[in-house]
């Protein structure tokens, strides 16, 4: 398991890497969302939802992190998901 996640600038996941923080480092508001994104034939269909979390970095800069849950990982209940530095695909920086 790692703890280091990378952090985008925004709309940028594959291109433009910010930096890397600790997954623990993250301020976390507790009200992710499914997205709407299609999963299938991407680089994540392998997952069958994606979340996004608005999140706090550190150093005070806002950003959104995104988990992916595959089958296996979905509940009944979303405070029930796995919520951690293992699900947590990304973090992409607010515009």
Not at 5 to 31: K, M, P, W
Not at 34 to 61: C, H, K
Request: contains cysteine; negative net charge; proline residues 4%.
């Amino acid at each position: 398991m790692t703890n280091m996640i990378n952090v985008h600038g925004y709309g940028a996941r594959h291109e433009s890497l910010v930096c890397t923080v600790e997954f623990g480092s993250l301020q976390h508001t507790d009200s992710a969302e499914p997205t709407s994104r299609a999963l299938g034939g991407t680089v994540d269909g392998w997952a069958a939802e994606e979340w996004a979390e608005p999140v706090t970095l550190a150093d005070g800069r806002k950003a959104t992190a995104y988990y992916l849950f595959d089958a296996d990982s979905i509940r009944d209940n979303a405070e029930d998901y796995p919520w951690d530095a293992d699900h947590c695909a990304w973090v992409e920086l607010a515009p």
